[in-house]
Structures are given as structure tokens and as C-alpha cells.
């Protein structure tokens, strides 16, 4: 019989049973015993020969049998992955080339993908709810309304989609009046530009009257420059009236959409629909062109060259500032926002580098491990590149908010390097190469697994939601998660064993020359001796195991850190932090704002920004038109049916967010005062419609009403009929939100079948649907995650602990975003995924620790802190300096996603080394 020692190798609770030559005989676990007896020799299929001595009673149970009786249901996985991971440390240990080259082969194999990369810039699809409201209502209207609708026939107003377009605003140095020549005569160069010949591409080219939307034949016209150029004297004489004015053709032109900041010369303070003007701040252009077909394409590359050739004559322009947009500005915002990301990614990667490198040298030149460093990131990188190939193969096209994935991959997989960095550095360094892999990976394995599946779990549940922009970053991310951990275990660690090999031999981490003696692989019998007797007297959280690489900052937290927060004063003082803390974002998750508005979609700073600014300032007083739908045939010519209508459309009328009746296109009401002028009363359905055919709508002033009426087949009928109110100031997101429901639930209380929809919904939609995507998420992903902690960490308190954390660090990031100007929307609830995923990182970390270190809950706090403080620190840092670089970004979401992940690092820590542990230690499962 030989006696042999257990050498604790921590987090874990597994021990090394060494014989008295040293050897290295097996790995088995149990915190009661302290002495092995060792009948024979001892392998893995051999068990029940190893006999563990308690040296208070001189009991002896076999190992197997122990076993058995700690192998309870929340550990049994842990014991299990312990056990696999030691076993393919060693092989990892024994073939590091094959292992070393498989990810990289893999993934040039799969970077094949990139060949058929696609990208999705439709702001549309990308930023509104797949599944919204107003999409559904969209495709109604286009049905109901499909024969009267084309755009060779129509207005604005009756336009389901935006389609394309060009706008161009006109305003002056120091806001003086626009209407007057020197500035008029500009806009009418810019307006005659537009109006010739184009060419766009080769030989080909087009005129605008060949592109527009049309109404009888002619495109829409721009009221003031057709005031203008009839007479010049015009506006000197006071003689245009706002929002409405009278066209030199005795017609009516709608002026509200084309001024802003206009001051009236008005009698008695009474505003009318037609008050004179005095002057105006603001003038706008606006040109409506098909997209139907054919011409989605050539609009597209005319919007292109015309404002180009409207910057061009601009630019000398003094006094003058001309800014535009068009359909296709939201899709070139998002790709110049894309390639300003990708060039500032070197800038990441190389701080990240000299952060990593530097993190993993120390005083040894022997054990500093800057080539581990530079090898972590390569398997992030490998682990990125393997994903976007596969995404792209498959057809899963790139949104702008994929360009954060890389930040996100290489903070996530630094920290699982840095966790294995820390497992080996506690392993007894005279153990050969082999068998200090295999502890590493086994010590490591449940941080790394835990995270990864927590992670890839979030992702999973954000891949379902109704956001595009959500979905396809949740499904590119959490493949490259999940890629990252394979790589870890293989490309990494491999990586590991050739450090390993280096440190054994003894040679210098650059030059690669012996400087040292090769670290003996046995110890003296004398120094295995003194080490056990030390080892027995000591408190498991202050033993220092035999060869045993120490890191500064690991004694730290051991000597320093650890003692000082589980000071009892200090306790009680990190209570009270913790309920300020708290307290804080409770108070700003009850103020915070919802709603991505369309600055938010473009670069800051832009021309399409500063466009965005003078539109919301000056032009949302006469917008958008909301449609009243009536999708049921009606008798129309029953006093009782038009009462119906009128006080449906009253009850918007009368709302702050809607303009009053003068502002109403209603057909009904037209049709009703013409009826009273030519004197017909009581009539009849065949009078009713007769006239209303064959007269009413052939009048000049009111075929526009044609586009509003759906007659059956027999035209004796009217299947279904629309009626339009002007939305009024809506300055804010909270005005649009509110203007929608407003619009919703009169047409929901209308007693005929009815909707209420606005192009303009289409992006409302999203104030909806984001508190109940976010709630959805956030509770499956956190209820996931509670599953997966039960499975994983063998301690139920310690599983509703990291739940309980996870939570907190939540509710810290949406209230504290809201101090820091971050509403609630599609791209903060994907930064909230991302928080659910960072947040269990650090509460898993520390927890597992916890659980696997051995005697009092002060102890097991401390030794947890002294084995994963350090990596923690180096993963939190490590994430800084990858996202550190978004701050500087002009787009608002890669800018957001710096200020969420900002805050959820900062709260992680806070967390993961002070609230959690300071709870363990307190409420904690003991030994």
C-alpha cells in the first residue's frame, strides 16, 4: 500500500491524488478527506482500489462509493463535464497540431460564404415590426383600393407607401425671410435642373414628367414656385395665404407641406385657412416619383444625380443653405455607417492587443504568455469569420447592426481566454504539460459552458422577435458565441500546450531561449512533505498550492480585496450602496422614453441629419394624413349612416393631435354641400349614386374623390369609401405614438367596420410593440437562464442568486440609459439581449467559484474572488477597449450599443465582485 497526497487545484473540488514518488495517479473529489491510501495501481477504470481515509475517525469509504453520495441532481453535470473536459485536456495535450490546425481549416472553408454576402439597408423591414399593425392595414387598403389607386393617377395624400421621392430645403445663414427673389430664383434653378433632361446611366436619359407620380398627366406640382414663376410680384403683393392659397388657374394649393416658421399678417389674431403671409424661415421642394416596377431602379439612380448636381450648384451659393434627402438616403446612411464601423475595427483590434498582451505579462519572462494573448484573439477572429460565413451561405442577409457583432465576439471570448488563463495558473507547475491541461480545462469548463449556453440561449429567444434588425443580429451572434466556444476548447487550448511546453522548458516568451532550468516535473520528497503538513494546518482560501503560478492581482484579491468587503461595516455600507443603486434605476426606468425616430437612423452630423433636424422642427405641424377606412358597403345615402361618419370623424377632429374639420378631405361632406346647392333633399340610393357618378366626381375641384370611392361591378353600389384628417404638431415620438392609438380606437369604436392608417404607421408601430417585445424577451431569456443555472452550478441558492443579479443588472441598465438620452427601441432591446448574456458572465462566474471552493462561506467568498477576480477584471476591461471605439461612432445605434454595454459592464462588476459576493457570504450554502 502506498500513501499519497490530494493537491487541491481551485475553483473546482476535485484533488490530484499524487503517490509518494510524485506520480500523477487520478482525479477525485470529495472535501471531507484529506489522505488517499492507494492499494495498487490507480487508472480510470479502476476505482473501487482507491480507499479515502478520514483522519478524525478512521473511516475509510471507496472513491466510488463517495461518490455516489455527492453526485446529487444539480451536480451531477458538474461532475460529469469535470470529468470530459480532463479527459480532452489530455488529448488536446497530446495532439495540439491537428487540434491547432482543424479551426483554421474549418474556417477557410467556410469563409466560401462571403462569396455570396447580401445586405438589407430597407430601414422599413430592418426597424419596424415584421409583424405590425400597419403592414397588415397596408395591405387592406391596397386591396380595397387597388383599382383606383396607381401612381400615373394620384396624391399624396392617398399614397399607401412612401415610395420614392426627393425633398430639398431652403434656408438662410440668420433665418431670415426665404420668400423673397435672390433666394426664390435659386430654388427655381434647382427646380429647372430637375425638370431637364437627366442622363443617368450609358446614353440613356430621362425627364422628370417621365418619372413622376402623376395627377391628370402632370406631376405634382410645387405650389410656391408655381406662384412664383406665374408672377414674381406675387408674394410682394401679400397675395399667398398659408397652409391654403389660390393657384393662378383658380384652383387650390396646399401650402403647409412646402413653408415652415411662417408668420402671418393676421386681423383680429383670427387664423383662417387661407391668413396672408409675411414672411417664412423655411422653404421645401418636394418631387414624388414611381416605384413601381421598372422604376424603383431608375428613381433610385435619379435621386442619386440630382443631388449631386443640387450640391454641386450649391456650393458657392452665399447666405444660402440647400440640404436634401430621398428614399434611398435611409439605405446610404446605413451602408456609410457600416464602412465607417469596419474601418475603425483595426483601431479596436490593435488596443485590444496591446490590452490583452500586456494583461498577460508579468516579472517572469519564463510565464508571461503574450503569445496566448495574441492567440485568444486569433480564435475570436476564427470564431467571427466561421459564422459570418455560414449567415452568408445561407442566405441570412447582413443588417447594419451586425457591424457590433466583432466587438461584442472578441470582449466575449477574451474572458473565457482570461478564465483559462486563470485555471492554469493555478495548477502546480511542476505537473507535466498533460496533466496541467487537463486540470485547466476541467477547473474551467463550467464557467466557459455555463456562459456559452446562457449566451447562445439569449440570443436564441431574441431570434424570434418581431424586429429584423433584433433577429438577424441575434442569429449572427449567437452563432460566432457558439463557434467561439469550440474554438476555445480546440484552437486555444491547443495553443495552451504549446505555452505550456515553452514554460516547461524553461525558455523566454520572445526569444524562445532557455533562461532557465526546466521546471522539475516530480517535487522533493522533503518539499511534498512541508507542503502537506502546511497545507492541513491553512484555511483552504489562503493555501497557495504547491508550484503554484500566483498572479499580483490574484493575491490581491485573496490578501486585500476579498478581507476588506467581508469587513461587517463594510457589509453594511455595501447594503446601502446597493439600495441607492437600485433605488436610482427604479426612478429612471419610470421615466423612460420609447421610440426610434428617423434621426436616430442616420449619421450624426450628416447632411441627411441636419435635414432631419430643420423637418421635425419646421414640418410636422401639417402631418401625416391619417385615412379613415370604411371596408364594408354602406347605405351612403341614409342620414343615420352619414351621421355615423361625420361623428367618427369628429371625435378625431376634436383631439389636440389632429387638425380641425377645415383640414378634412372627406368626400361625404363635399358631397352633402353639393347636394344642398343645387337643392336635392330626401333623395333616393338611385339618385344618390347616379349623381354622385355622373356629376359630383366628374367636377375638376372633386375628382380627387375618385381615388376615395370603390363602386361594386354594377357601379349601382359603393363597396368601400376612405375619408382623411391632417395629424397636428407631432414634435415627439410620445405625440406620434399617441396620435396613432388616438386614430386606432376611434376607427376600433366606429360602429361600421373600419381602420385607421397612415404610411406613417408603418414606423409608429414600433412605440407599440417594443415594451412587450422587451418584457416577452427579457422573461424567457431570464427564465431560460434560471433552467440552465439549475442544471449547471450545484447549488440552488447560488442558481436563484445569479437569476436575482441578472435581474438587478437589468433593471441598472434600462434606468440608468435613460439619464444617458437612451430610449426604449429595437436597437436598446438588442442591447439589453446582449446585457442578459454579459450579465451572467460575471454572476457565473464568481458563483461557480463559490461552489466549488471548500470550508466557511467567508472562506469559499474569498477563495471564489482570488480564482476569477482577476479574469473578471480582464474580461470586463477586455470588452471596454472592444466597444470603446463606438463611442466615437455617428451612428446612433452602434452608439447606443457603446453606452448600454458601458453601463452593464460597470453594473456586472459591481455585482460579480461586490454585491454578489458580500450575499454569499451571508446567505450563501455553507460547506
Known amino acids: 500500500m502506498k500513501l499519497g497526497i490530494i493537491r487541491r487545484f481551485l475553483p473546482s473540488t476535485s484533488y490530484s491524488i499524487l503517490n509518494a514518488d510524485g506520480d500523477d495517479l487520478d482525479e477525485k473529489s470529495d472535501p471531507e478527506y484529506s489522505v488517499v491510501q492507494v492499494n495498487g495501481h490507480i487508472d480510470d477504470q479502476t476505482t473501487t482500489d482507491v480507499q479515502i481515509l478520514d483522519p478524525d475517525n478512521n473511516n475509510s469509504e471507496t472513491t466510488r462509493e463517495i461518490c455516489c453520495k455527492s453526485c446529487g441532481p444539480l451536480d451531477c453535470i458538474d461532475h460529469r463535464l469535470r470529468h470530459l473536459f480532463a479527459a480532452w485536456g489530455r488529448i488536446v495535450a497530446r495532439h495540439p497540431w491537428p487540434i491547432l490546425l482543424l479551426p483554421i481549416l474549418v474556417t477557410i472553408g467556410l469563409s466560401v460564404g462571403f462569396r455570396y454576402v447580401t445586405m438589407e439597408t430597407n430601414q422599413e423591414k430592418i426597424y419596424t415590426p415584421q409583424n405590425g399593425k400597419a403592414k397588415t392595414e397596408r395591405k387592406i387598403v391596397d386591396d380595397l383600393f387597388s383599382s383606383v389607386s396607381w401612381e400615373d393617377h394620384a396624391t399624396p395624400a392617398r399614397l399607401t407607401e412612401l415610395g420614392r421621392y426627393i425633398q430639398i430645403i431652403f434656408t438662410t445663414d440668420d433665418d431670415q425671410n426665404v420668400l423673397i427673389s435672390a433666394l426664390l430664383d435659386k430654388a427655381s434653378d434647382v427646380h429647372q435642373m430637375v425638370l431637364d433632361h437627366i442622363t443617368i446611366s450609358g446614353n440613356v436619359s430621362y425627364r422628370y414628367e417621365n418619372l413622376c407620380i402623376k395627377w391628370h398627366d402632370s406631376c405634382l406640382a410645387n405650389t410656391v414656385l408655381t406662384l412664383y414663376e406665374d408672377n414674381e410680384d406675387y408674394f410682394t403683393d401679400n397675395n399667398i395665404s398659408y397652409p391654403y392659397s389660390f393657384l393662378p388657374d383658380g384652383n387650390v394649393g396646399f401650402l403647409g407641406a412646402e413653408l415652415g416658421d411662417v408668420e402671418l399678417w393676421m386681423e383680429d389674431e383670427i387664423e383662417t385657412q387661407f391668413s396672408p403671409v ?60 457600416t464602412y465607417e464601423m469596419i474601418v475603425l475595427f483595426p483601431i479596436a483590434a490593435a488596443l485590444l492587443l496591446i490590452f490583452t498582451v500586456g494583461s498577460c505579462m508579468t516579472k517572469d519572462p519564463v510565464r508571461s504568455k503574450p503569445w496566448l494573448a495574441i492567440a485568444a484573439l486569433v480564435s475570436t477572429l ?117 505555452s505550456g511546453r515553452r514554460e516547461a522548458a524553461g525558455r523566454h516568451c520572445f526569444t524562445m531561449k532557455r533562461i532557465q532550468k526546466p521546471y522539475a516535473i516530480v517535487a522533493k520528497q522533503d518539499e511534498v512533505t512541508d507542503f502537506v503538513s502546511k497545507m492541513d494546518k491553512q484555511p483552504d482560501n489562503t493555501t497557495k498550492s504547491y508550484g503554484q503560478e500566483d498572479h499580483a492581482f490574484m493575491t490581491f484579491f485573496r490578501n486585500y480585496f476579498g478581507p476588506f468587503i467581508l469587513n461587517p461595516c463594510m457589509k453594511v455600507i455595501v447594503v446601502f450602496i446597493y439600495l441607492g443603486y437600485i433605488g436610482v434605476a427604479i426612478w429612471g426606468c419610470s421615466m423612460v422614453e420609447q421610440g426610434l425616430t428617423e434621426q436616430d437612423l442616420v449619421r450624426q452630423g450628416s447632411e441627411a441629419s441636419k435635414f432631419l433636424d430643420l423637418k421635425y422642427k419646421y414640418f410636422k405641424t401639417y402631418e401625416p394624413a391619417v385615412s ?23 371625435k378625431l377632429e376634436e383631439d389636440k393631435h389632429f387638425h380641425d374639420s377645415s383640414m378634412t378631405i372627406s368626400w361625404l361632406h363635399e358631397y352633402k354641400r353639393f347636394l344642398e346647392l343645387v337643392g336635392i333633399s330626401n333623395i333616393t340610393k338611385d339618385l344618390f349614386m347616379s349623381i354622385l357618378r355622373e356629376q359630383f366626381l366628374l367636377i375638376p375641384a372633386f375628382e380627387p374623390f375618385q381615388l376615395d370611392i370603390v363602386f361594386d361591378e354594377t357601379n349601382t353600389s359603393i363597396k368601400s369609401s376612405r375619408y382623411f384628417v391632417l395629424g397636428k404638431d407631432l414634435f415627439t415620438s410620445d405625440d406620434e405614438k399617441a396620435m396613432m392609438l388616438k386614430a386606432r380606437q376611434v376607427a376600433k369604436d366606429c360602429e361600421f367596420d373600419a381602420i385607421a392608417y397612415s404610411p406613417a404607421f408603418i414606423y409608429f408601430d414600433q412605440f407599440v410593440a417594443v415594451i412587450p417585445t422587451t418584457v ?58 446582449l446585457s442578459v448574456g454579459f450579465s451572467v458572465d460575471y454572476t457565473i462566474h464568481i458563483t461557480s467559484a463559490y461552489v466549488s471552493a471548500r470550508g466557511r462561506r467567508r472562506d469559499r467568498v474569498i477563495r471564489a474572488l482570488y480564482s476569477v477576480g482577476m479574469p473578471i477584471i480582464q474580461g470586463s476591461l477586455s470588452t471596454m477597449f472592444a466597444i470603446f471605439i463606438c463611442a466615437f461612432s455617428s451612428h446612433y445605434g452602434i452608439r447606443v450599443f457603446f453606452k448600454s454595454l458601458t453601463l452593464v459592464n460597470l453594473f456586472g462588476i459591481a455585482h460579480g465582485l461586490v454585491f454578489l459576493p458580500v450575499i454569499l457570504s451571508v446567505l450563501g450554502p455553507s460547506q
Open 278 to 337: 409675411k414672411s417664412a424661415k423655411t422653404f421645401r421642394l418636394l418631387y414624388y416619383l414611381k416605384s413601381e416596377g421598372e422604376f424603383d431602379e431608375i428613381n433610385s439612380k435619379f435621386e442619386s444625380f440630382v443631388i449631386k448636381r443640387v450640391r454641386k450648384m450649391s456650393a458657392d451659393w452665399e447666405d444660402v443653405n440647400v440640404v436634401t434627402f430621398t428614399s434611398r438616403t435611409p439605405d446610404d446612411e446605413v451602408k456609410a455607417a
Open 382 to 498: 476564427l470564431a467571427m469569420l466561421s459564422a459570418l460565413g455560414v449567415m452568408f451561405f445561407v442566405g441570412v442577409p447582413f443588417v447594419d447592426m451586425v457591424v457590433a457583432m466583432p466587438f461584442i465576439i472578441i470582449g466575449r471570448g477574451l474572458d473565457d481566454a482570461f478564465i483559462m488563463l486563470a485555471a492554469w495558473r493555478q495548477t502546480d507547475t511542476n505537473l507535466p504539460v498533460e496533466r496541467r491541461m487537463s486540470l485547466t480545462l476541467a477547473d474551467s469548463v463550467m464557467s466557459i459552458t455555463a456562459t456559452t449556453v446562457t449566451d447562445t440561449l439569449a440570443f436564441t429567444v431574441g431570434s424570434i422577435s418581431s424586429f429584423v434588425s433584433i433577429r438577424t443580429f441575434c442569429v449572427y451572434t449567437g452563432l460566432a458565441v457558439v463557434f467561439d466556444y469550440i474554438y476555445q476548447i480546440t484552437f486555444f487550448a491547443a495553443c495552451m500546450v504549446f
Open 628 to 650: 379613415l377606412v370604411i371596408k364594408t358597403e354602406q347605405n351612403y345615402w341614409e342620414a343615420e349612416t352619414q351621421e355615423i361618419i361625420e361623428r367618427t370623424l369628429s
Open 776 to 833: 416577452q424577451n427579457m422573461v424567457i431569456a431570464i427564465g431560460s437562464i434560471l433552467c440552465v443555472s439549475f442544471l449547471l452550478i450545484p447549488s440552488a441558492t447560488c442558481c436563484v442568486c445569479v437569476t436575482i443579479s441578472v435581474v438587478s443588472i437589468l433593471v441598472g441598465v434600462i434606468g440608468y440609459m435613460t439619464f444617458w438620452n437612451v430610449n426604449l427601441h429595437s436597437v436598446s432591446l438588442l442591447t439589453l439581449i
